[in-house]
């Protein structure tokens, strides 16, 4: 079900109508195709991720982190992010909607719950949530906004109880690569290429790429291809533009290019992947 307000998941989301507010199991995000949550995208609304089972990797921002069972991870729109969703992996995602009808945090929260009474409270607000989301009982459109407004003031306090254990401080190479990011998510429509990028952010190429290796264990040009393969393969399934459409809004000089560069990364040409959608 395709919800206003929010960007397109597979059916089985819950839903308040006009607020775009959905929960979602988290192995469900990837019935689409892995690619859907570990390539580098962003979306147009704030998401928090709770953890109930397995351990991975997740990049936010250009700085990569594990994670692991009670790990709640709040993502603000518009952050450029991918995890890793292996088949013991298991938990919560909760869509808050372009118009979030609760304070929400500013940047990215990762918290990891100890506390036996927190995993407990979470799990039942969210359970709550579903339940009224799902529910057509009178006025369970307001006791979903009520149980969201729940989950917005345990994550408040969960960042208060863990004050500076939240994670350390970006170094150097860390924040060059939140910057890279950053910028990344703008301009990644623009057929820029690395050194591009580095002299925007008044760096060598070198540079940056040992930054992002030391930040996420990958380079510069992996995390900017990866970035453009996920919207290519987001419009061919998702629209039916032309190919040479796809390719002229990602920056690619020729629809033949763009299928060359495709195709060595995916094993398929842009026109097999959408039909196999």
Known sequence: MRVPGGDPFPDGGLAVPDRGVRLLPIPRLAAGGRWRVEAMRSLSEPLLLWFTRGQGRITMAGITRGYTVHNAIFIPAGT?????????????????????????????VHLRIRETAAQFEINAHLDALGRELDGTHPGHERAALCHLGLVAVWLERQMAAAG?????????????AQRFATLLEREFRS????????????????????????ACARSASALLQDRVLFEARRLLRETALPVKTVSEQLGFTSAAYFTRAFQTRTGQTPTAFRRGG
């Open 80 to 108: 450029m992010h991918g995890f890793e969703v292996g088949t013991q992996v298991n938990g919560q995602a909760l869509f808050f909607g372009r118009t979030p009808p609760v304070p929400l945090p500013a940047g990215i």
């Open 164 to 176: 500076e254990d939240r994670g350390p401080r970006p170094d150097a190479a860390r924040r060059l």
């Open 191 to 214: 057929g820029f290429g690395v050194a591009d990028y580095a002299a925007a952010l008044g760096v060598t190429p070198t540079h940056l790429t040992r930054s992002c290796k030391e």
